[in-house]
Structure formats: C-alpha cells, structure tokens
C-alpha cells in the first residue's frame, strides 16, 4: 500500500477539522480559562441566592478568580450553601464578606469577594462567614413604596 | 371501496414496519462488519475524501455566511436593549449548539448522503452488488461500511468547521464592519460558552446526526428497487428522510441536555 494524494487532502481535512475543535475549545469556549490543577474549595451560605448560578464567577476586585461548583439547599439552616472554587494563587483573610452582586442592570449575577482585615487565612473547605443576600428587586420596591407611603403621611 | 383502502392502508403500515425492522437488522450488519472495514482502513480514507472533503467547500461557505446574518440579525436585536457586547456570546452559543450541529447536519444530507444513495442504489441495479457476493466478497464489508464510518468521521469535523466560519463570519460582521468591540466579543463569547456544557454538546449531537444520516443513506441505497426510477426514488427519500430525522433528533437531544441549570 503505496501514499497517495488522496491520504493527502483526507489528513489535511482532519487536521483542519481538529484545528477547529481547538479553536472552539480555546478561543470561543472558557477551557482556557478553567485551571483544575491549582485550585481550593471555599464555602459561603445565603439566605437568598437571587439568580446565581453553578458555573458563576467569583471576582474580587473585579478580577475573575474563581467559579461557583455547586449550590443546594442546606435543609438544617435552610440556607443556599454555595460551594465555591477559587485559584491558590489568591488567598483571603478569615473575615472576608462574600455578596451576591449583579453585573450591569439586568446582567447575570456573581459572587464578589470582599477581604477583611484578619492575619489568618481561609483554608480550603472553610466557610465564608460573613454574607449578604442577592438584591431581589421586589424587596427594593416594596421597601420603597412603605417609605413613601410613610412620608406622606 | 372502503374496504379496499383499509387493505392499502394497512398494508403501508405493515410495509414501513417491516423497513424499520429490516433497517435495524442493516445497522446491527454495519457495526458486525466494521471490524473487517477497519482493518482495511485505505477503503475507509477513501470515503471520507469522497464525502467530506468533497463537502468543504459548501460547509465554510454557508458557515461563513450564516454566521454573518447572526451577527447582523443579532447585532439589530441588540441594539434595542443597549447590549450590543452580547454579540459574541450570542453568535457563538447558537452556532455551538444548535446551528453548526443541525445546518452541517443538513448540507451533508443533501450533498454526500444523496450520492452514497445513487451509488449504491445503481451499484445494485447493475447487478455488482450480486457479482461481489457471487465472488465471496461481502457488499456489507467492502461497499457499506466503509461509507458509513466515513460519516460517522465526518460529520462532527465538518461541524467544528462550520462553527468556527460562523464565528469568524459574525466577527466580520460584528467587529470588522459594524464595530462593536472587539475586547467584549471575545470576552462575551468566552464567557458564555461552556467547554463541557455547550461544546461538547454540540459534537454529541453531530455524531448522532453522522450515524442517523448515513444510515439512512445508505439502507435506501440498499433497499431501492433496481430501475432507474427506483433509485431516483431512493434519492428523494434519503434527502427527506435524513432531514426530518436530524429536525426530530436535535429536538429529543435538545430536551435532554439543556434542560436548564
């Protein structure tokens, strides 16, 4: 069985096919942003996670450093605990807040880190203690429409 | 008279009962001799130039072209809600999951599945379907499958090209003609297509898409009557046939695998 230019267009076809694939996988998908290798498990409980999602980011600063696992309802505490993955490279104080926060308007929700001011660090599997709740825009409304009606009065 | 149409109707029920089975008994023949058609692999490179190289050209160009519409189409939509940044993520993630997979689906349907069905169907009409095995050379082995897992290769890698010319296409478009920032397509995009989630997806479903259309490609080629109005018939149906099937498939794989987070 001698080459021929045959194997030579059907090899350039897969090539180009594979090339595509990874392509997909790099430039439009985020597999070059997930970092499995260097990476700890951080918990944090809501009383009301709004819209978040698994697969959310978790930014400090503004700066993507992590993705939210997974999220369940915890049914001792009836809390949403959040399980949360965040790069080694960045650790952060004990007495760091996490809040739910929404990018723009309407955009989708993510979780903000927002470091305290303790020496010790958070290990991985430790929890978040201190939290604040996704904005529910019915809450704010109504919140405001008391204040209002109270005002008038 | 009523008589005489419960009698043909029946008897199409019986008939398209007995191709399904008839059909699945093919399948079941395609993957028993694969072993034989893998051994000898020249006959199988020499499909997937036959069908998907042969098909490059009309894959980049409608991929190409489709995905300059999204980005016009979508850039127009978006625009109304002031989130024109969403332009990447909204191309790539209708490409990724279900335009790439079903369009790709589709041309290769009309553009190799309908010749894998003339050709076998006049390989039978010719009788050198019968002279194989008169000369113990089996159809299934040396003819069938060999074209069947030339699809099956080829489909999902003609996918991947034509998302990526979708892509690229709502990029010229998007950033190139109309300018929305180039920073927040590709941030969008990255973003929101989810390698596992969207991606992976996408390729499941092409390869599904590759096994239901040669399959039927080829068992109507198999199956056709030997005239040549027999084998035009088979043509049509193949082309129908494997459209409806690759329609009906995204709808049952789409329902399986985004049903929400």
């Known amino acids: 069985m001698k080459r021929t230019t045959l194997d030579l267009w059907v090899g ?63 049914s001792d505490r009836y809390e949403a605990k959040v399980t949360m993955i965040v790069d080694k490279r960045y650790q952060f104080p004990k007495d760091t807040f996490a809040n739910i926060l929404t990018s723009g308007l309407l955009g989708e929700q993510y979780i903000g880190l927002i470091p305290g001011g303790e020496e010790a660090f958070l290990k991985a599997g430790d929890e978040i203690k201190h939290t604040q709740s996704a904005v529910v825009l019915e809450d704010l409304i109504s919140k405001f429409l008391y204040s209002k009606a109270e005002d008038s009065q | 008279m009523i008589v005489e149409n419960l009698r043909s109707l029946g008897h199409r029920i019986v008939n398209t009962v007995w191709r399904i089975g008839y059909a699945s008994r093919f399948f079941m023949l395609i993957l028993l001799y694969s072993g034989t058609s893998f051994r000898r692999f020249h006959l199988i490179i020499k499909e997937i130039f036959a069908s998907g190289v042969m098909s490059l050209i009309i894959i980049l160009v409608a991929g190409l072209f489709v995905g300059m519409v999204l980005g016009l189409q979508g850039y127009e939509t978006l625009k109304r809600y002031g989130s024109e940044s969403a332009l990447g993520s909204l191309v790539a993630l209708s490409l990724v999951r279900e335009l790439g997979p079903v369009l790709a689906a589709l041309l290769f ?89 969207d991606i992976v997806n996408g390729m499941i479903k092409s390869f599904v898409f590759g096994v239901a259309v040669t399959v039927i490609a080829l068992f109507e080629g198999y199956d056709a009557p030997p005239t040549a109005e027999g084998v035009s018939g088979a043509t049509t149906r193949t082309v129908v046939q494997s459209s409806l099937a690759i329609l009906f498939l995204d709808f049952i794989l789409t329902a399986f695998m985004f049903q929400g987070e």
């Open chain 1, 12 to 74: 350039l076809f897969v090539v180009a096919g594979f090339a595509a694939l990874t392509v997909l996988a790099l430039k439009v998908g985020n597999l070059s942003t997930y970092n499995t290798s260097d990476t700890y498990q951080l918990q944090a409980y809501f009383s009301n996670i709004g819209g978040l999602k698994s697969q959310a980011s978790i930014k400090s600063s503004g700066v993507l450093i992590g993705r939210v696992a997974q999220i369940s309802l915890d």
């Open chain 2, 109 to 197: 349907a009309s553009r190799a599945g309908s010749a894998m069905t003339a050709e076998i169907g006049l390989m039978k009409a010719t009788e050198q379907i019968s002279a194989m095995a008169l000369m113990a050379i089996n159809p299934m082995a040396r003819l069938v499958a060999p074209r069947f897992w030339a699809g099956v290769i080829s489909v999902p890698l003609l996918t991947a090209l034509f998302s990526v010319m979708g892509v690229f296409g709502g990029y010229m478009v998007g950033v190139v003609l109309i300018g929305v920032d180039q920073g927040s397509f590709w941030s969008q995009m990255q973003a929101g297509v989810d390698f596992r989630y």
